[in-house]
Each structure stands twice: as C-alpha cells, then as structure tokens.
C-alpha cells in the first residue's frame, strides 16, 4: 500500500512540475503575443501614416500641377480649358491621369479636343513644373528640340508664354526652332547655314533672313 502511495506521489509531482512548464510557456506565449499585437498596431499606424502623407502629396502636387499647367494652357488657346490630374487605382497600382476640363465637359483624351498643338502645351509645362519642384537643381537649364511644331496660329502665344516663363523662374531656356516666330522672340537667336561644304552659325538677325534651322536662347 506505501508503495503505491509513493508512486502516486511521485506522479503528482511530477505532473505538478509539469503544470508549472506549461503555465511558465503559457506567460512566455501570452508575452510574445503582446508583443506581436503591439508590433501590429504599429504597423497599422505606420501604413496609416504614409497612407495620409500620400493622400496630402498627391493633393499638394495636383494643386501644383494644375494650376500651372492650366495657366500655361489658357496664356496660349483662347478657349476656357482647366487641366485636371486625377490620381487612380488601376489594376492594384496607382496611376496619374490627366484630363481637360471645359466649362461642364471633361475631355479624357486630350490630344482629340485641339489636337498635338494642345499636347505640346502640356509637355512644356510639366516640364517646368518638375524642374521647379526640383530638389536641388543641377542646373537652371531647359532644353527644346522643334518645340510647339503644331500651334499653328498659336505659336506666336507659345513663344510669349516661353518668355514669360524664362524671366520669371529664372530658367534659360535654349531651342532649336524651325518657327521664326520663336526665333523672334529669343533674347540671342543663331541660324544654322550649309554652304554646301560646311555648316556655319551666324547670328539670326529676323524672319527676312528665312534661316532653315535656328537655335535660340531665352535668360
């Protein structure tokens, strides 16, 4: 009988021992389980975070981005156009869209509402509005190759609105033009010559000179 007795005590405290692991791995589980969940908040408020930095630079920069772009676009046509820039979740990604507005009518392919001329327009201006948001700047330097090839009649704005642009950022904008109306408003305009052996630069000296090729510099 104290045999079994010993043995059933023995089993006891065993199990007793047993019962003390498995509480002392229950608190260990219990304390790395709060350490998950706090790492989870974080996280949560981490994504949180970029997500609003995000929405307020997506909002800063279409601010921006409009806003100059627009004025651009209205210094040339002389139709009420706004540009719009939305930002969308196309398959899984965020993608940047633009658009034109016109009093209640938005327009989503641009090139079909005035054609390359518009286009061209846009170009320019986003351009400059990388370069001005820019961060430091390499350089206070916009190069132009055949710019503005369909305004047309617009061109002349064009030229204006390029001018306006280099004085006022203090960007020195240099071009090579086909349109002497650009060429006429350079601050330094050059024409380009062959003479059949070679070529040679010569200061453009206005649209009687009908020089082929030009290269222009504006600031």
């Not at 630079?57 to 100059?68: A, D, H």
């Not at 820019?134 to 350089?139: E, T, V």
Request: glycine residues 6%.
């Amino acid at each position: 009988m104290s045999l079994q007795v010993k043995e059933i005590k023995e089993f006891f405290d065993e199990k007793f021992v047993d019962r003390g692991r498995l509480l002392n791995e229950i608190d260990e589980l219990h304390l790395k389980k709060q350490d998950r969940q706090r790492e989870y908040d974080n996280l949560i408020k981490a994504k949180w975070i970029l997500t609003e930095v995000q929405k307020q630079t997506q909002v800063k920069f279409k601010e921006k981005v409009e806003g100059l772009v627009t004025k651009a676009i209205q210094s040339v046509f002389d139709r009420p156009f706004e540009f719009i820039l939305d930002f969308e979740r196309v398959r899984n990604k965020m993608e940047c869209i633009p658009r034109l507005k016109e009093g209640d009518v938005i327009y989503d392919n641009i090139k079909d509402v005035q054609g390359g001329g518009l286009c061209d327009i846009i170009s320019f201006a986003f351009r400059v509005v990388l370069w001005h948001l820019k961060s430091p700047r390499l350089r206070n330097t916009i190069l132009l190759d055949e710019p503005f090839r369909f305004l047309g009649d617009y061109t002349a704005k064009a030229g204006q609105m390029l001018k306006e642009v280099s004085h006022k950022l203090g960007v020195q904008i240099i071009m090579i033009t086909h349109e002497d109306e650009l060429a006429e408003i350079a601050d330094t305009s050059y024409r380009v010559v062959h003479t059949g052996k070679q070529s040679k630069v010569v200061k453009y000296d206005g649209v009687q000179n009908k020089p082929s090729r030009r290269r222009v510099r504006n600031g």
